[in-house]
């Protein structure tokens, strides 16, 4: 199975900041990565796939960059209802797999 | 409107079974693999079972293998996953969820179902 590590594992940040998450694959999955948020006690919801395509209603102050095996979500200025955990999932092959999350708190 | 709709979730006792189940409207469920994803309190996502378009295809995480069976039926549009032998680590919120995109398929998630796995 394709293992995604995921870093950091938390992330405190201030309204306004701008931020990035990474994401490696442990082999090459093309531009097949998704990216989601996660808010508590809600299911995840897609933001990204394909590594770069943003996903209707999704703020362009998201974006997706990346291919191969390493790959990156950036916030630009962080609003309040931003913060959440944030997971990416390769696409590429069965089974999928996620990595560990990133949790984003506010400073 | 596209919908994932788990049901099944309780609470069952250690060494239990459980069958969960999972409808689906709004997309062709015929052409888009299936998966269980699995969250226990205050942890991450993991996924647990893919099953294929057709069902000819299955895989399980470790941590479920010879436990639990997903299995789907495209006439009636559901996603099922019988568990056995269930364990508290086994305590989750269970999502049923397509998790690859193509020209035919797109990804999507159901809502959630808990289990949870108590004396």
């Known amino acids: 199975d394709i293992q995604m590590t995921q870093s950091p594992s938390s992330l405190s940040a201030f309204v306004g900041d701008r931020v990035t998450i990474t994401c490696r694959a442990s082999q090459n999955i093309r531009s097949s990565l998704n990216w989601y948020q996660q808010k508590p006690g809600k299911a995840p919801k897609l933001l990204i796939s394909?590594?770069?395509s943003l996903q209707s209603g999704v703020p362009s102050r998201f974006s997706g960059s990346g291919s191969g095996t390493d790959f990156t979500l950036t916030i630009t200025s962080l609003q309040l209802e931003d913060f959440a955990t944030f997971y990416c999932?390769?696409?590429?092959?069965?089974?999928?797999?996620f990595g560990q999350g990133t949790k984003l708190e506010i400073k | 409107e596209v919908q994932l709709v788990e049901s099944g979730g309780g609470l069952v006792q250690p060494g239990g079974s459980q069958r969960l189940s999972c409808s689906a409207s709004g997309f062709d469920f015929s052409k888009n693999s299936m998966n269980w994803v699995r969250q226990a309190p205050g942890k991450g996502l993991e996924w647990i079972s893919y099953?294929?378009?057709?069902?000819?295809?299955?895989y399980y995480a470790d941590s479920v293998k010879g436990r639990f069976t997903i299995s789907r039926d495209n006439a009636k549009n559901s996603l099922f996953l019988q568990m056995s032998s269930l364990r508290a680590e086994d305590t989750a919120v269970y999502y049923c969820a397509s998790l690859f995109s193509s020209e035919e398929t797109a990804v999507y998630w159901g809502q959630g179902s808990l289990v949870t796995v108590s004396s």
């Open positions: 099953i294929s378009s057709g069902g000819s295809t299955i």
């Open positions: 394909d590594a770069f």
């Open positions: 999932q390769q696409s590429y092959t069965a089974p999928p797999t």
